[in-house]
């Protein structure tokens, strides 16, 4: 092969890659809007009975051990306080791990966003995966489970990839969302490596 066919051809599959890289990015730019739009659509509710908005306190993103960042916020609340469905939507997953304890993973009406809610002292009564949900409703109850050292719900939003799985998505920052700060609600979104088991870059 001549070195100008060589070139050529190089040339080609560079512009090739470069094409689908750019397609690609397109594609997740407006995935990422239309979580962002289903976010603003929903209105969620403080996610803790009795807590307002102005009481959350930002630690999305803040640095954890293990060179983990946190992926969620830590709504603090005496023990056993109702914890409430931030939006309609449908459970997904009752689910148990070393970090988040008791949690439950709510995919909500539009199918674009995941809710994580994690440290449940206990579900509520007959709670099920596959159960619809309301604005409001009561999953369960603040608690301590998992690493949780003090009462508090650890409340997570991600957005859904195309197959719904509960344990995959790019964050999105919960105190944004839940005060309306959308001016603070666009950085670079954390990718998140497989959350089953809570173990790569929870709490």
Known sequence: MSLELQVALRTFVLLVLLVEANWLASVIRGER??????????????????????????????????????????????????????????IVKLHSSRLGGTTLYQLDASGRLIFLYAHLKAYATRLKAGEAVMKGQVLGYVGTTGNAKTPHLHFEIHQANREKQWWRGASLNPYSALTSRWVEALPAPVLSADRRGLGTSRR
């Open 33 to 90: 809007l239309a979580a962002l739009s289903a976010l603003a659509e929903a209105a969620l509710i403080v996610p803790v009975a009795g807590v307002r908005a102005d009481q959350l306190v930002d630690s999305w993103g803040a640095p954890r051990s293990g060179g983990r960042l946190h992926e969620g916020i830590d709504i603090g609340a005496p023990l056993g306080t109702p914890v409430r469905a931030a939006a309609s939507g449908t």
